[in-house]
């Protein structure tokens, strides 16, 4: 296990709170695939782990890392990789907000198409099982979200923070991101959140707010071989 939960939080989230999504082949774990596309690799992966990461995800198939910089296998493609930021609530001033509302399995074509128009990131038809979810709606549409993601011990990540280009300027994404955080603080732990390192102006907002940077992190993608036989030779390479 990692030194710290944020160092490797898919696989915090999947050996703790979110152990009973969890598909796991021998150290390997993943979220079910309409949950998240998340898998989580240990920290010192070695052949085997490739392997049975592998026969996971399946020949041909890609294999999202979340957090992961090491190499990858001899014959794996890189089909993801992009910088980011991991950042920690350092005195985020997170209220409830009278305005927003609980979402669940419901609301899930609606959520579904509010990610399809503003891309916050991976969301998919059962995500919203992993946490809190919260909304703002005007005359009865959904026009902003915000949620919880990963959850290592002690920790719960935001995400799917999003608003409809028409409403855009209003602040809506802010009083979510505050809301969702004042729930995670109630349970006594505190929240976190990823971006891309491109995305200056989140990374300001997110800054202003009271959250600080931890580290540098790395969202990445590799896939398997069509052929078995192309990663049953144990070798790789940097």
Request: charged content about 25%; hydrophobic content about 40%; overall charge negative.
């Amino acid at each position: 296990m990692s030194a710290h939960p944020l160092d490797n939080p898919a696989l915090g989230a999947l050996t703790g709170p979110h152990a009973h999504f969890a598909e796991r082949r021998g150290r390997v774990l993943r979220y079910p695939r309409d949950v998240s596309p998340w898998l989580a690799l240990p920290d010192d992966p070695d052949a085997d782990d490739w392997a049975d990461l592998a026969a996971l995800v399946g020949p041909g198939g890609d294999a999202p890392l979340a957090g992961y910089t090491g190499p990858t296998p001899e014959g794996w493609e890189v089909t993801l990789s992009i910088e980011g930021v991991q950042l920690v609530d350092d005195g985020i001033a997170a209220a409830p907000d009278p305005e927003a509302v609980r979402l669940g399995s419901a609301d899930v074509p609606e959520m579904l198409d509010l990610v399809e128009r503003t891309r916050p990131g991976p969301f998919l038809p059962r995500t919203v099982e992993l946490g809190t979810y919260l909304g703002i709606r005007r005359n009865g549409a959904l026009i902003a979200m915000a949620g919880e993601r990963l959850h290592p011990p002690g920790w719960t990540e935001i995400s799917a923070v999003c608003t409809d280009p028409d409403f855009r300027g209003e602040g809506l994404a802010t009083r979510l991101i505050l809301a969702v955080a004042h729930g995670i603080r109630e349970r006594g732990e505190t929240p976190f959140l990823h971006t891309a390192a491109t995305n200056t102006n989140a990374i300001r907002l997110y800054e202003s707010l009271g959250f600080r940077l931890r580290r540098n992190t790395l969202f990445s993608a590799a896939r398997v071989p069509e052929h078995a036989e192309a990663f049953a030779d144990r070798s790789w390479s940097s």
